[in-house]
Antibody, heavy 118, light 111 residues
Framework: QVQLVESGGGVVQPGRSLRLSCAAS????????MHWVRQAPGKGLEWVAV????????YYADSVKGRFTLSRDNSRNTLYLQMNSLRPEDTAVYYC????????????WGTGTTVTVS | QTVVTQEPSLSVSPGGTVTLTCGLS?????????PSWYQQTPGQAPRTLIY???TRSSGVPDRFSGSILGNKAALTITGAQPDDESDYYC???????????FGGGTKLTVL
């Protein structure tokens, strides 16, 4: 059973930084592209970013472009989201998810970590 | 900017059939957008139901089906169960921008 566990969330002041982690297990992490998706309190889902299996390609939503940076360490089976210049509107639960490869969807989801910018 | 539209809320009787739709504010949804559907209950992570228009994810009951109806993607639940009361999100892949866009979600009530 694929497992994804996010961590690193917390309360942070506007303008500060935070780094989220997503620890992956029970699948070949180095072969899978990975996404981050967030959900503001009481709101819908919002795609944030995707990184290719080898980290060579990264794409971001306009709302986070230039402030958030994706990276991954395939030797540690871990995905990272570096979030800089945080804003109150970045307050959300952040989920990592495996990519559905050639069908452009999110396959398996983590349980999420909560970020509060206040 | 791509805006994906969904019904804010729908209701269905237990055992009944309901269709949720997923459209574009400008244009038609087709298979090239690889529509997918996700179910979420309060406080839980989303669960993948349907991908690539009509392929059920592993373990998803066959009462859930996906299709293109007219100019929209659709999720049909046939024989709704009380446990199907959830929020449902569709998502489209946007090839031109290599990005993904979620709809606002449909809150489904089973009563």
């Amino acid at each position: 059973q694929v497992q994804l566990v996010e961590s690193g969330g917390g309360v942070v002041q506007p303008g500060r930084s935070l780094r989220l982690s997503c620890a992956a297990s029970r699948f070949t992490f180095s072969s899978s592209a990975m996404h981050w998706v967030r959900q503001a309190p009481g709101k819908g889902l919002e795609w944030v970013a995707v990184i290719s299996h080898d980290g060579s390609k990264k794409y971001y939503a306009d709302s986070v472009k230039g402030r958030f940076t994706l990276s991954r360490d395939n030797s540690r089976n871990t995905l990272y989201l570096q979030m800089n210049s945080l804003r109150p509107e970045d307050t959300a639960v952040y989920y990592c998810a495996t990519d559905g490869r050639y069908d452009y969807y999110m396959d398996v989801w983590g349980t999420g970590t909560t970020v509060t910018v206040s | 900017q791509t805006v994906v539209t969904q019904e804010p809320s729908l209701s269905v009787s237990p055992g009944g059939t309901v269709t949720l739709t997923c459209g574009l504010s400008s244009g038609s949804v087709s298979t090239r957008f690889y529509p997918s559907w996700y179910q979420q209950t309060p406080g839980q992570a989303p669960r993948t139901l349907i991908y690539s228009t009509n392929t059920r994810s592993s373990g998803v009951p066959d009462r859930f089906s996906g299709s293109i109806l007219g100019n929209k993607a659709a999720l049909t639940i046939t024989g709704a169960q009380p446990d199907d009361e959830s929020d449902y999100y569709c998502m489209l892949y946007v090839p031109s921008g290599f990005s993904w866009v979620f709809g606002g979600g449909t809150k489904l009530t089973v009563l």
